[in-house]
């Protein structure tokens, strides 16, 4: 384990002597970006989703069963609208969507939340607190960025109050 995870608070580090998963599950999350051109996104129900939908999506080699990733829609919406839960730790590595000479990084996952007010991109870039976040730093072009621990708070504080409560209870912050 790295220095950061063995930095426990009391409550979770007990529960984890008490040998509960699900604290432990909080520590390894990790939380996403993905980013999505308007021919994938607009596939899944005109690009609204329905929680629950189950898809392959392109991720980061590092993800794992438990973490989270928002999604960015790119191009048309060029908004933060949906956040989806990895569902295993099966990932493979298959054809990128879009350049068909590179290769890309796919996992399972379930949208476990459509924001209702998604963030659009305008309101992400006048955020002085996420001017060297690397998502906005490289206009949104890869397919995942990982969001660290400060970013996700600017973003939750970003977020209208009820999707924020929704991000918090399926993002366990």
């Known amino acids: 384990m790295d220095d950061q995870k063995l930095a426990l608070p009391c409550a979770i580090g ?13 520590l390894s999350m990790q939380r996403w970006l993905w980013v999505t051109q308007p021919q994938f996104w607009e596939q899944l129900h005109g690009g609204g989703l ?3 939908v189950e898809v392959n999506w392109t991720c980061d080699r590092t993800s794992r069963r ?3 990733a928002l999604l960015y829609r790119a191009e048309v919406a060029k908004d933060i609208a949906h956040l989806f839960r990895v569902d295993d730790d099966e990932l493979w ?3 990128h969507p879009v350049d068909s000479k590179r290769r890309a990084w796919y996992c399972n996952a379930t949208l476990v939340y459509t924001l209702h007010h ?17 998502a906005l730093d490289l206009n949104m072009h890869a397919l995942a960025f990982e969001i660290d621990p400060p970013t996700w708070r ?16 399926h993002s366990r912050a």
Request: hydrophobic residues 40%; negative net charge.
């Open 14 to 26: 007990s529960a984890l002597w008490r040998g509960n998963p699900a604290a432990l599950s909080v």
């Open 50 to 52: 329905d929680d629950g």
């Open 66 to 68: 438990g973490d989270v």
């Open 93 to 95: 590595e298959d054809v």
């Open 118 to 134: 998604p963030l659009p991109l305008p309101v992400l870039r006048a955020e002085p607190r996420l001017q060297s976040w690397p």
């Open 154 to 169: 600017v973003l939750l504080e970003l977020a209208h109050p009820r999707d924020r409560i929704e991000l918090r209870k």
